[in-house]
C-alpha cells in the first residue's frame, strides 16, 4: 500500500500477526503457547522484498507486540524473553542482520522503542494493545539492544526512534485502558512522519542522490 505524508511517498507493510524476530513458538496474553504461522516464516523476507522493490530511502520499523513477548527463537529449544542474557543476545543479533540487509539495499533503518503501557487495562481496542505497548523493564531492555545494534553498524545507517518517550508524553491513554481514536491515529502518524522527515533533512545518506 502507497500514499504520500506531506512530501514523502509512504510504502506500509503490515502483518499485524507477525514480529520481526525469527521464531519457531510464541506466547499470547493468556500465557498459551502455539507454534507460529507458516505465514510470519517469511514476513521479514518479505520486508527486504518490498524494501527493493520500492527502491526505497529509509524503513521505519514498530515493534510488534509478537516481538515483546515470551517466544522460541528460531533454533532455540526455550521459550525466553527480554531480560534473559541469551535471549537478548540472539535477538540483537537477529535485529542486527535485518538492519544490515536493508542498508544493503541502500536503505536507511529507523527503528522505535515499544512504548510502556497498561496492559491489563481496556479492550482489544485500547491504545496499549493496538500500539504494541509493554512494561517498563521490556522497554528499557529493548531500548538497550537498539543502541547496541546502532553501535555495530556504520554511522548513519540505523537510528533508533524514541516512540515511548514520545508516547508517554502525548498519549495519557496508554496508561487508562482508552480506545485508540481517529485523533489519536493521525497524531501519532504525523509524529512518525516527522522524524522521518527529521532524519532526511539531516542525514545524507537518506539522499536518494546517494544510490
Known amino acids: ?3 504520500r505524508v506531506k512530501g514523502l511517498t509512504v510504502k506500509t507493510k503490515i502483518q499485524p500477526d507477525c514480529g520481526t524476530l ?3 513458538g510464541r506466547e499470547d496474553e493468556s500465557g498459551g503457547r502455539d507454534p507460529t504461522p507458516p505465514d ?3 514476513f521479514r523476507q518479505s520486508i527486504l522484498d518490498a524494501a527493493k522493490a520500492n527502491d526505497v530511502d529509509f524503513v521505519v520499523v514498530l515493534p510488534s507486540a509478537w516481538d515483546l513477548r515470551p517466544v522460541k527463537l528460531k533454533d532455540a529449544t526455550n521459550y525466553a524473553t527480554w531480560g534473559d542474557p541469551a535471549f537478548e543476545k540472539a535477538a540483537q543479533q ?3 542482520d535485518l538492519a544490515r540487509q536493508l542498508n544493503d539495499l541502500k536503505a536507511v533503518v529507523l527503528w522505535a522503542n515499544p512504548a510502556v503501557g497498561a496492559l491489563e487495562k481496556g479492550g482489544d481496542n485500547a491504545v496499549a494493545h493496538k500500539i504494541a505497548a509493554t512494561d517498563d523493564n521490556t522497554a528499557k531492555r529493548y531500548s538497550d539492544t537498539l543502541d547496541k545494534v546502532r553501535e555495530s553498524l556504520p554511522d548513519g545507517n540505523f537510528w533508533p526512534v524514541d516512540m515511548a518517550t514520545w508516547m508517554a508524553n502525548n498519549q495519557p491513554a ?3 485502558g482508552s480506545d485508540l481514536t481517529d485523533a489519536l491515529k493521525t497524531q501519532f502518524g504525523e509524529w512518525l512522519a516527522k522524524q522521518a522527515y527529521f532524519q532526511y533533512e539531516g542525514n545524507k545518506h537518506l539522499r536518494p542522490a546517494t544510490k
Open 1 to 3: 500500500m502507497g500514499h
Open 22 to 24: 525469527k521464531t519457531a
Open 40 to 42: 510470519c516464516q517469511s
Open 94 to 96: 537477529q535485529m542486527l
Open 174 to 176: 496508554l496508561k487508562d
